[in-house]
């Protein structure tokens, strides 16, 4: 058993203030490529066949001693938890999954969720999505270049991989992808000038198929280079927190 389960009898949001543990933690989740989101799924396996109820106020209690909650809600007997720090999920996934409760005759399964969202529209539905780029464009890092590709070669395979099978129709009619901000290098308006909003990439579509794969590619390009971002900020001796994603998302009808 780690050290950090062995400590586990302490609370877990007084470990992780240590900034050793959480670098290694962090290096771990990236060596394993888990997911940055802090997302939990909890279900629960009988021994006996009885279907037990995971009761909201008792699991919330015990997810809580590992941090802070920004999301929690049970459906069908399955409890989806999100942290609003990745360590905290980390810790709740390593200590709870498996873990026998003896009063039920219960294991409880406890997973990351990648699951994406689902929506019910209407068929003339605009879907648009607003990906918040939290590193500034510079010269050495160079965010912008890193999400577009050589010679925009990140943003063609993500269309083209929206596009496939559908006839000779330009990439742009099914999905668009726009890297706008400061740092984008795209000059708008009368005055051909960036704009003074953070940089962020923005991801339309008519089609909710098309445009669900369009995020699901933007978001593992933008942790990649989150990913990539730590690693820099770590081999210069420069202190950086996990980034994970930040995006808003809209519907039109």
Known sequence: MSNYQKGTKKSVKELIKDQNLRDSIIEEMMSQDLPMEGSLKIEINSENGVNYQLGYDDLNKVLSFYGELSDFKIQNNVAFATFCDPVSAYFAQKTLNNKYLSFVSCYLLV???????????????????????????DKDFQVARRLIGPKGNNMKKIGEMCSKGLGNGKMHDFVKLRLRGKGSGFKEGATKEESNENLHLCVSSKYQDKYNIACEEISKLILQVYKDYFNFCRNRGLRTEVLRLKKYESIQE
């Open 111 to 137: 997973s990351y969720d990648t699951c994406q969202k689902t929506y019910m529209t209407e068929p003339n539905a605009k879907y648009t999505c607003r990906f918040e780029i939290q590193i500034e464009n």
